[in-house]
């Protein structure tokens, strides 16, 4: 059989167009995965067992777990990484388990990509959230206000006062 160039030409473009449209329908079914009902309650119980903390409400852990799914949205890789994730942590049972055994997971995927990406992007959305800014007792930057010596830095009231004893 002889190739010719049309014919090389004509291969290559009907598997690039097979290609990018196995893509896209990838895509989509990882985005309807992560918008599913489900899916968010799992990413965040994930938020919740990685950042404890008793005092805070629902709503801070929502807006980064949508913060995740946003960054998560970012490039196709990133997608299907994030979809394969939640996959993966459905499949482990991980919203039936207590919050030991769930914590005890987590350390066993925390080197994945998965894990590292929402990692990373909880972190800062989460503590830059004012709602968790006002729970924590943080009242935000102080360069804009003359920093913070003038701001309370010294109002060490929680310690006794030193002892000042002269030579």
């Known amino acids: 059989m002889v190739i010719t160039r049309r014919f090389m030409l ?3 473009a009907s598997m690039a167009v097979i290609g990018a449209s196995m893509t896209a329908n990838t895509v989509k079914a990882s985005l309807r995965l992560e918008a599913d009902a489900e899916s968010k309650a799992l990413l965040l119980r994930m938020v919740r067992v990685m950042y404890p903390h008793a005092k805070f409400s629902d709503a801070p852990y929502q807006r980064t777990c949508d913060a995740v799914r946003a960054a998560a949205g970012k490039s196709i890789g990133a997608t299907l990484m994030f979809a394969e994730g939640v996959q993966d942590l459905e499949a482990a049972g991980f919203a039936g388990m207590d919050d030991a055994a769930a914590l005890s997971h ?3 995927i925390e080197a994945t990509p998965f ?3 929402v990692r990373g992007t909880a972190v800062v959305a989460l503590y830059n959230d004012h709602e968790v800014w006002d729970v924590l007792g943080y009242e935000g930057a102080s360069y804009d ?4 010596i003038d701001r309370g830095f010294n109002d060490l009231d929680w310690l006794p006062e030193p002892r000042i004893t002269e030579r």
């Open 106 to 108: 987590l350390k066993t």
């Open 145 to 148: 206000q003359g920093g913070y």
């Open 10 to 12: 004509m291969g290559t």
């Open 115 to 117: 894990f590292q990406m």
